[in-house]
Structure formats: C-alpha cells, structure tokens
C-alpha cells in the first residue's frame, strides 16, 4: 500500500509572491509519489471548517497550469486568520477536520504559512497523536516577514526584497530630478522586526548610494540622534533618502504611526481617522523641525504580491519546501516544519531540512544585533551577505495583451 | 557645412520611466548626422541659466550606454519646473541663453517635456526669428499624463499605462485572498485628466475582471450615484475594486483628497496635516455609509519611474521622436513638436510628425466622452483599443546583484 491514497494542502496569514510556487511544489510532489487525489482548502483551516474543499488535480493537470501558478500572487486557494483552540479546551473543530480527512483518504496535511499556522500544524499534530491517527502534519514556511525561527529565511522573504530594493533604487532615482534639498521617507512593511526594512539597503551598488538611514523595529527610535543625524547627513548630500519599518516605536513603546493617529484627528465624516503614518510622521517632523522639503512615500501591500518582480531564487526554493514537506511526509514524519538550511555564502547553497514544529510555533526572529550598524540606523555588511543571494535572478512573467497572466480557481 | 556643428539637449517637467530613450534618440541621431558635440542641460532651462552644461559625447561614448540609459528612469540630466518669461517683457533670460548658445556653437536646441516645456521652445523659437537667429527649436512630447494635444499619445504614458495596469491586476489577487467583503480602493495620478486612471481597465483579461468602478476627473463626482453604484455591484461581487484619478472633483468643484484635508486636522506637530487622499475620502465614505471593509492604496511616484515595467512600445517611441525631432531640426524646422501620428490600430503602426509648438504649449487633452462609458464610472471599448497597444512588450533591466542597473551622470 503507498504511504496515503490523497493529500490536502492548505494556504494560511497573508499571502507572498511565492506562495503559490509551495503549492506548486507540494501538487507536483505528491502526483510524482503516487498520491491519487491532491486535495485544497478554500480559504485555509476556516474555509476547511465549513467543507470548503476543491480536487486540486483537474484544475492543475498541465505544466502551464503549473507554470503560470508559480507567477500568480495571492494566494490561489484563499487565505486566513484563524487560530484553533487547544484540543485539550475544545476538541469539537478537531472532530469535524478529521471526520472530513477520513472521509476523503487523506493520508498528509500540509499548510502553508507563517507562525500561526505553524500553531495549526502543532495542534493538529498533537490531537492526531492522541488519537494515533496515521496522518502525517507537515508545515511549509511562508512569510514576507522573515521572521519564523529554526530556518535560514522564509519563503517569500526574498521577493518582497528585491522588490523593495529595486523600487527603492527607482525611486531615489526619481528622488534627485530637481535641483532642490530634499528628504524622501519610504515605509516598509515589518511591525515586529527589520528584515523587510532591511532589504532596503540592498539598493545600493556602484550606481546607488541606497538609503543613507535605515530605521529597524529591532531599535527604540531617538528622536533627538536621529535629527542628528539627518542634519549631518543634509551637509553632504542634496537628497536624502530614509526607509523606515511601518513598526518603529519610540522610548514609551508607542508606534511612531500611532503618534499621528491619536492626536485627535477626525476624519471628514467625524470618525478618527485612520492615518497610516510612520513615513508620514517622519516626514512631516523633518520638515517641521529642519525646515526641508520632504515626501512621504509607502510601499504598500505590493511588498505582498509584486509578483512581476519575484525573485527566481525564492520561487525557486519555495517550490522546494512545498516537495520536500510531501518527501517528510513520505518518510513518515508529523508534526514538522520543512525548513532551509543554508551551506554557504559563496557559493550560495541551501539544503532542506525539517524541524519541530512546536519549536517554530508563535516564535518571532529577530535582525541579529550584529547585523545592525552601531548607531541603530543602518545594516552591517553581514546582513547583506546574508540577504544579497535570496534576490538573485528572476522568472519572467508571461505577459499577455500586455500585463502578466494569472490563474484563478473558478 | 553642416547643418549645425554643435546641439543641446535639456529634460524638464515631472520625469517617466522612458525620458531618457528619448535623450537617447536625440543623442545617436544627432550623432549620426555628424554633430560635433552633443551638451546636455542640467537640470532644463533653469540650470542652463546658471549655466550648467555638461557634453554628453563622453558619457554616452558606447552602446552599454545608450542601453543602460534606455533602462533609467527619471531624467538623467535633471528637470526643472520653469517658466520664461515672455520675451516681450524680460529679454534678459534670452539674451543669456542666446550667448551661451552661441559660445558653444549650437545649432539646434531640444527640450524633452510637457506643455510647459512647449512654452520655453515656443518662446525660445519666437525669440530666436526676432532676432534673425539660424538655431533651431524643437520640443519632444514627455508626460506620464498623455495630455499634450496635436499627438496620438505622450511618450511615458504607455509605461505608466502598463505599471498601473500590472500592479492593479496584482492588488486585485491580493485582495480576494480571505473569505470577507472588502472594497480597494487604488488612487492614480492625474489632477486634471483621467488618462492614467483609465488605464486601470487594462488590467481586464480573460483572467481578471479587472476594476469595477473607475473615476476620472472628466467626470464630476456624484455622492449618491456612487454609493448606489458601489451597493448594486456589492450584490453580486465579494471584493470590489475601485480606480480614482487623485483629481476628481464633487459639484462644488472642490477636490475630494481637499474635503479631507480641509478637515481642519493638525498633524502630530500642530500644523494642517497633509493628507493626501482621494483614495482616503472615498474609502472613509464606503466605510461610514455602506459598513463595508475597505482599504485605500495610493500607487505613488512609481508611476512615473518604474522603469523596470517599461512598456518596450513606449520605450521605442520615445527613442523615435527624439531621433525625429532631430531629423526635423536637420531639414530646418524649427518652433515645432515632434508628436506621435496613429497609422492604425490593427495592426498597431504609428509615425512622427512635427506640429507647431503653439499649438500645443499650455493647452490639455481630456479623455474624450465617447471613451467614458454612459454612467461616467468606467471605460469603453473605444478607450480599450485606442491605450492597450501603448503598453505592448517589455524591455527587460539588465539585472546585478539582484536588482536593475541604472546610469547616473557623475
């Protein structure tokens, strides 16, 4: 008998560039191992609780379906946010999920996410376990944060990177048209740590200086050095340019974002207003407090879904975990995460490897303290030796009338 | 001897991801019709009166040149936003340009740019007949905002076309991803005309449906007919997509992002909060009257520098229309635009020709009414056929270290 008749696969958290290349990976996989039927959740373990499930194999069953997967953004199965309560305290949506993996001969799970579906993985694992059900439970990371512990990085990490660094060069191109002093502030995704703001510094080559300040979670935010050093930096440069992480807090622990937002403001249908802002509020106390022409500038949720601007590196690796979590799963292993172990720098070379799950599970990585410069407001050259090859090379979309195709579920 | 020894060649207005492949044409005609020198404005007509010159001949000396300037966005010899004075009243500007012209025998003058570029060549040209000058003026159409009359379209338009409709059609995956009612709201550039929100439609494919509702600023914003708009597609549709040019106004004639800023808001530091934000107001508006979830993305500079989404089109004109304009210098034109002439749109086949540039300075092309449909919330056909062969084909970066190389003079 083979090690599972089918397998379902789920997608979880906010989506990545790449998210669809670790689906491509575990479909692909899991047919090549002799699996009949790969089953998907519509819209994760929530949409799985109320029997929304689809036959992956019809919809997939040609190479440029495959092909055009690995450069559709977004999630294909459908997302969310959703946590599942400890069996111990509610076994009820456990008997609902394993009455359905009985009924459809699924023999693996495997579900694609960040942290928190590292905790679905976790749970499910462990109720499995209680019950000494058969089904393996693996985890396949996935996070533009880079922030899951126990692998070298995650993937989507490496797009969302290049995506930054490229659009960042663009824009301090962009940033130095007019003859005039100027201060231009980005916002980067990242509200708990740096490694997205990070990738900010990855702009920088013989043709780009990058950005001259870079402001990461990983420190409290000084008002006073960091006018400081601003103002020194204006003696030498026209244009200045700062990339800032949208969760930068100051001394008292407050978002510099919710320094704006709770000042009272009343947007014009006398509702608070909703002023997203950290760029905005370092903009605006440049300006106020130096006297310069500035613009605040966010990156926004293409960082999540830029997918015309994916690295092929991190496609390339997200295919990888999403076969290798089916091999883990092949081998008999539950309760794991598929993760990337890097060989070395230069070359660059990773290898798969598959950790414990709980071990994964609600933890948060931080940038290294050595990867941040002295004064808090920069990286080191380790860390871009660290990031440099996650946004090596590209896959080139298929354009079609003029924009890349995509694929959808019906 | 030649039709002239020396030329000069200046960037002014806001840049676009292909200014530069029109510097470019001007650069390897005017070579190739046996121009000595070829300088180059620093920072438009604004620097040259400070007498910031540069020869180019040095800089551009080989091919890997020409390709990486293709390649760069914003205006490699920097911009201004300057107006002469008519020469009537203030001959003085004149008659310093005029020395330097003649200090460093140039023979013809190119200004790449938008309608007030139009204006310093047509003024430049008047000056130049008054005074029995030989030089010869000529404009080359620039403007991401495709709003310069007497040519089929406006090189730069076609690239931010295309950037729009890629990421829009991206945003439009991300936004479906969880199981919940949401609207997007995505505000583009064009504080007089719709052009570049129209471009928005392009994003419709057979696999994309595209934005639901797109606003312009041809169109006068209606409260009421909105909301019903937005209720009725809510109907049948999960996630709405809405486009909004940033200059669409209500009855009153009062912008929409101004309704929000009027608020009387101070920022965190006590002064009028900038808020930019028709995106903002119309997502607030949705939220407060309809109870619906929605977000507000504000696609930014990029627009106008995201050279790595060229359109390899508009990349092709814009080198085209620089070579002509030189080519219409060389016959002795002068006073005049080189504008873009549509043979057909199936196939899709253009040609130059040179309008005068009175014609053209200071005035605006609107969408025209028959490419807005009946209910003013969304596009034609009409519109379809006349933008979607602009943004045809890529001309992919030259990729080191991970992200596009660019060229910067020194």
Redesign the interface.
């Known amino acids: 008998m083979a090690w599972a008749t089918n397998v379902l696969v789920g997608q979880s958290g906010?989506?990545t560039a790449v998210i669809n290349a670790s689906l491509a990976g575990v479909f692909e996989s899991s047919k090549s191992l002799g699996i009949h039927h790969v089953y998907g959740m519509?819209?994760g373990i929530?949409?799985l609780l109320k029997g929304k499930m689809v036959e992956l194999d019809s919809y997939l069953d040609d190479k440029m379906q495959i092909e055009l997967l690995k450069r559709?953004?977004?999630?294909y199965l459908?997302?969310?946010?959703y946590k599942l309560p400890d069996p111990d305290v509610d076994e009820r949506p456990f008997q609902k999920l394993f009455a359905l993996f009985a009924e459809h001969s699924i023999g693996a799970v495997f579900y694609i996410g960040g942290n928190d579906s590292m905790d679905t993985i976790s749970k499910l694992a462990r109720y499995g376990a209680a019950k000494n059900s058969e089904i393996r439970f693996i985890g396949v990371p996935k996070t533009i944060d880079n922030d899951l512990m126990f692998t070298d990085h995650t993937p989507g990490y490496g797009s969302a990177a290049?995506y930054i660094?490229?659009?960042l060069?663009?824009?301090i191109?962009?940033s130095?048209?007019?003859?005039i002093r100027s201060v231009t502030v980005a916002e980067i995704m990242g509200r708990h740590t740096g490694w997205l703001a990070g990738a900010a510094s990855?702009?920088k080559?013989s043709?780009?200086d990058g950005p001259d300040i870079i402001l990461l979670p990983e420190r409290t935010f000084d008002e006073n050095a960091f006018l400081n050093r601003v103002a020194e930096l204006e003696k030498t440069r026209h244009n200045l340019i700062i990339a800032v992480s949208e969760g930068v807090k100051n001394r008292d622990g407050v978002f510099l974002c919710d320094?704006?937002s709770t000042?009272g403001?009343?947007?014009?249908?006398g509702?608070k207003?909703?002023?997203s802002g950290t760029s905005?509020?370092l903009a605006?106390?440049i300006r106020?407090r130096l006297g310069c022409k500035t613009?605040a500038?966010?990156f926004?949720?293409?960082q999540?879904?830029?997918?015309?601007?994916a690295?092929r590196t991190d496609i390339t690796e997200a295919y990888q975990v999403g076969g290798a979590a089916v091999e883990a799963a092949a081998r008999g292993e539950t309760g794991k995460m598929c993760a990337i172990k890097r060989l070395s720098d230069l070359p660059y070379l990773i290898t798969t490897e598959t950790v414990d799950v709980d071990k994964v599970a609600n933890l948060e990585k931080k940038v290294p303290d050595e990867w941040i410069s002295a004064d808090g407001m920069h990286m080191t050259e380790a860390f871009e030796q660290y990031a440099?090859p996650l946004?090596?090379?590209?896959l080139?979309p298929i354009?079609?009338?003029?924009?890349?195709?995509?694929?959808?579920l019906d």
């Open positions: 906010g989506p519509q819209y929530e949409g559709t953004p977004s999630s459908g997302s969310c946010r290049k660094a490229t659009i060069k663009e824009v191109c962009d130095s048209v007019y003859d990855l702009a080559g043709d780009c320094l704006v000042a403001q009343l947007d014009a249908f509702h207003a909703i002023l905005r509020y605006d106390l106020v613009r500038i966010e926004s949720t293409l999540r879904c830029a997918s015309h601007l690295s440099r946004i090596q090379a590209e080139t354009y079609i009338n003029g924009v890349p195709r995509h694929i959808h």
